[in-house]
């Protein structure tokens, strides 16, 4: 994660798990609230995702996201127990 963060113009790095969608850590560390809400926001999103990509092909799978605003790109790539969300400037 201190690699990723490393990264020009990323502004965090978290990881959540799946099965509960608890935050497990980030970098630079952020308070657990804003924390919460990045994985309220982003694990519905991932589900739905998920969902949509079996429905084209079941034999299919959803590896990441990128999603980009005017502001920020939020990259992610969810596994089998854990999910990692970068948050980095646009254009970077």
């Given at each position: ?18 099965s509960e969608e ?71």
């Amino acid at each position: 994660m201190k690699r990723i963060a490393g990264h020009k113009g990323v502004e965090a790095v978290l990881v959540y798990t799946n099965s509960e969608e608890i935050p497990v850590r980030s970098q630079p560390v952020m308070e657990h609230m804003d924390m919460v809400h990045y994985v309220g926001q982003i694990a519905p999103l991932i589900k739905q995702v998920k969902a949509m990509v079996k429905s084209f092909d079941t034999s299919n799978d959803f590896t990441s996201l990128r999603l980009r605003t005017k502001k920020n790109e939020i990259l992610v790539s969810p596994e089998k127990e854990y999910t990692m969300v970068v948050v980095q400037k646009a254009g970077v």
